[in-house]
T-cell receptor, first 113, second 109 residues
Framework: DGGITQSPKYLFRKEGQNVTLSCEQNLNHDAMYWYRQDPGQGLRLIYYSQIVNDFQKGDIAEGYSVSREKKESFPLTVTSAQKNPTAFYLC????????????FGSGTQLSVL | RKEVEQDPGPFNVPEGATVAFNCTYSNSASQSFFWYRQDCRKEPKLLMSVYSSGNEDGRFTAQLNRASQYISLLIRDSKLSDSATYLCVVIGGYQKVTFGIGTKLQVIP
């Protein structure tokens, strides 16, 4: 079955540590996205990529980094520069056609110890 | 100004009521518009696309007003199962997909 997979479901980070969240899709989608959601808040865009080897900063990119070396994969690294990393992270993908809907992963809850 | 603005609510309505949500967007070049539904701490799910000509799906009607840069969602005959957060979504240049903060709906028996 085609889909989008995020791992791990829960992740704990120590102060000053970098962590990487995985996002893989086998839907052959060109565009991929990372969002952050805090309690009672909507989804805020961190980074997005419309094609392999290209990505753009979203609205809250500071303290995060991404890569898009393969069409299927869009990993997100939460660096030590991100001072408030505890949140629910959602990855999404969509075809290039703007009328097509987003497909979401099931999310990763990141907590700082 | 935020790219996409919504009233976060909550909207508390009795079963059977009609409720309407609006959402405004700031970029007049925005291309596509959607309403998504999100249940607590789960991934959002597409509710419906939004067009200038309007879009109706059962009890749900969505409308786009490009001149005033807002989209609306109307829910008729509210059910308890409609309780959720409704997210306005706008797609702009470079396939940027921006969500509104979401409007929380609570349907009361």
């Amino acid at each position: 079955d085609g889909g989008i997979t995020q791992s791990p479901k829960y992740l704990f980070r120590k102060e000053g540590q970098n962590v990487t969240l995985s996002c893989e899709q086998n839907l052959n989608h060109d565009a991929m996205y990372w969002y952050r959601q805090d309690p009672g808040q909507g989804l805020r865009l961190i980074y997005y990529s419309q094609i392999v080897n290209d990505f753009q900063k979203g609205d809250i990119a500071e303290g995060y980094s991404v890569s898009r070396e393969k069409k299927e994969s869009f990993p997100l690294t939460v660096t030590s520069a991100q001072k408030n990393p505890t949140a629910f992270y959602l990855c999404a993908s969509k075809p290039r056609d703007r009328s097509e809907k987003l497909f979401f992963g099931s999310g990763t809850q990141l907590s700082v110890l | 100004r935020k790219e996409v603005e919504q009233d976060p609510g909550p909207f508390n309505v009795p079963e059977g009521a009609t409720v309407a949500f609006n959402c405004t967007y700031s970029n007049s070049a925005s291309q596509s518009f959607f309403w998504y539904r999100q249940d607590c701490r789960k991934e959002p799910k597409l509710l419906m696309s939004v067009y200038s000509s309007g879009n109706e799906d059962g009890r749900f009607t969505a409308q786009l007003n490009r001149a005033s840069q807002y989209i609306s969602l109307l829910i008729r005959d509210s059910k308890l199962s409609d309780s959720a957060t409704y997210l306005c979504v706008v797609i702009g240049g470079y396939q940027k997909v921006t969500f509104g903060i979401g409007t929380k709906l609570q349907v009361i028996p």
